[in-house]
């Protein structure tokens, strides 16, 4: 059972998802990966269109999930930090960055291994997908205690596993589960956002 | 147990007052934060809170820079390396103290 000063300490780590802007984010950025998915099952590949697009998409994604930090940040200072103020979190020890680096390789080599190797009666990518991503939104949901995080990570999962037997094809399943993660992580920060501007107000005089 | 409870005696005073108890427990948990964070969190009073600022202050535990968001003045406070091992000390001292009274009411 968490004493005081543990629920004060994690009631402080939980301050960075207080107006959902980091959900709204990854969740556009979500849709971006569906959208790249869509363009794989239809297109044909040896299309002009589809290389150039299949690029730029990668290129969207890769650059939008490395600027994420940025850019939620810049949006705080706009809305958060004036009505609640400004808050900024240790950097992760350089053993943390290897080791999620490790692990999200260890992930990819998994899910290539898997997916050569699994029966075929069931559409795997969308099921590990949304294992991975239902297994992310559950830590989260666990460290910082935040409901909706597991909610995500139930609807993660459901999504992953109803895609798997839904008898689509690999691309087209993973075009719709990563719409719907999109979905629900815009619908969930979304809500998020909503709720902390109504209840909310900007601070002129902060001193 | 009197062993126990003189242990109490060791208890930083500074950090234990429950409004600093507050402050420094926000402040560990984070790089730094801002005067409207803080006065948020902790719900005191903006003279209350920068009275018990300027008492971690004085006490090195507690480092304030003034600085400006374009225009508006912003206070940001950080634990300086001593008000962290201070609190750590703190947190370790209570957590035994509190340990050894459950063992003595489980006898």
Known sequence: MKNTIDRTIQRTQRYWYIDGLTEIYFGFISLLMGIYFYLQASLPQDSLLYQSLTISFVLIIIGGAALGNWAIRALKARITYPRTGFVAYPPRPKYRRWLLGGLSFLVAVLFTLLLTRLPKNLTWPPLLSGVVVGAVWLYIGVRLGLTRFYLLAAFSLLAGFLLAVSGLDESLSLAVFYSLIALSMILSGGITFAVYLRNTRPVKDLD | MKSELRSLNEIDRLIHEPARLMIVTILFAVESADFLFLQRETGLT???????????????????????????????????????????DYRRKLSKFVESTKNEAEK
């Open chain 2, 46 to 88: 903006k003279g209350n809170l920068s009275s018990h600022l300027s008492r971690l202050e004085e006490a090195g535990y507690v480092e304030i820079e003034k600085t400006y968001n374009g225009k508006t003045p912003l206070t940001i406070c950080r634990l300086t390396g001593t008000g962290r091992k201070a609190f750590e």
